[in-house]
């Protein structure tokens, strides 16, 4: 699976947008992106996913550029619901080989919405 | 939110006792996975299953066994426990049909002592 990175924290105001970027210059053709979040002492939570064209579902947006060699994940009116550990994983969706859909996590961004 | 559950939610054992976590989902989904959640290291898949009778170890599988014998029952037992196997245990569930996305159980906290 290809590495991502992520900054390590960032803060958004209450009812801002809140843009979280990640980087992946190593992903092959076959790779999606996947988000997802925890928030604290809960399991991670699955937001979204992509291959190469824009998403957007009733949680959050993702913007994958050309090269695919990054996306950002955004959440168009952060609540304080929203402050949680945030997860860029870059993987094949399939079961082929031995992946079994096996996911990779890193340290993640640590989003803190301010009132 | 997808039906997982996992029992129990929070045990406190001695070391070198048994412990069996269970991870019960009714989704019907055809795998499954345990990780292990501590401070300064993220998540770490222990073991996977990717159907009935059919698992195999994660990256941090030193000290821990699954068994599969059914779809929806996923069990993740610690022989005998260790003070390093302290953690917050989660099961998750995927659908291969779909795009592999992963749900998550509620988590267990285990403390031994």
């Known amino acids: 699976d290809a590495k991502t990175t992520q900054p390590p924290s960032m803060d958004c105001a209450e009812g801002r947008a809140a843009n979280l970027p990640c980087n992946h210059s190593?992903?092959?053709?076959?790779?999606?992106v996947y988000w997802y979040r925890q928030i604290h002492s809960q399991g991670p939570q699955y937001i979204i996913h992509g291959l190469k064209n824009n998403e957007t579902n009733e949680m959050a947006s993702l913007i994958i550029t050309e090269d695919r060699k990054s996306s950002t994940l955004i959440l168009p009116h952060a609540t304080l619901r929203d402050t949680a550990v945030y997860y860029c994983?870059?993987?094949?969706?399939?079961?082929?080989?031995?992946?079994?859909?096996?996911?990779?996590f890193g340290q993640g961004t640590i989003l803190t919405v301010h009132p | 939110d997808a039906g997982i559950t996992q029992s129990p939610r929070h045990k406190v054992t001695e070391t070198g006792t048994p412990v069996t976590l269970r991870c019960h989902q009714t989704?019907?989904?055809?795998?499954m996975y345990w990780y292990r959640q501590d401070p300064g290291h993220g998540l770490r898949l222990i073991h996977y299953?990717?159907?009935?009778?059919?698992?195999d170890k994660g990256e941090v599988s030193d000290g821990y066994s699954v068994s599969r014998s059914k779809t929806e029952d996923f069990l993740l037992t610690l022989e005998s426990a260790t003070s390093s196997q302290t953690s917050v245990y989660f099961c998750?569930?995927?659908?291969?049909?779909?795009?592999?996305?992963?749900?998550f159980g509620p988590g267990t906290r285990l403390t031994v002592l």
């Open positions: 299953s990717y159907g009935v009778k059919d698992t």
């Open positions: 190593t992903i092959s053709g076959n790779e999606y």
């Open positions: 998750a569930i995927s659908d291969p049909d779909s795009y592999n996305e992963q749900f």
């Open positions: 989704e019907n989904h055809r795998y």
């Open positions: 994983i870059v993987r094949a969706p399939g079961a082929g080989g031995t992946s079994y859909g096996k996911l990779t």
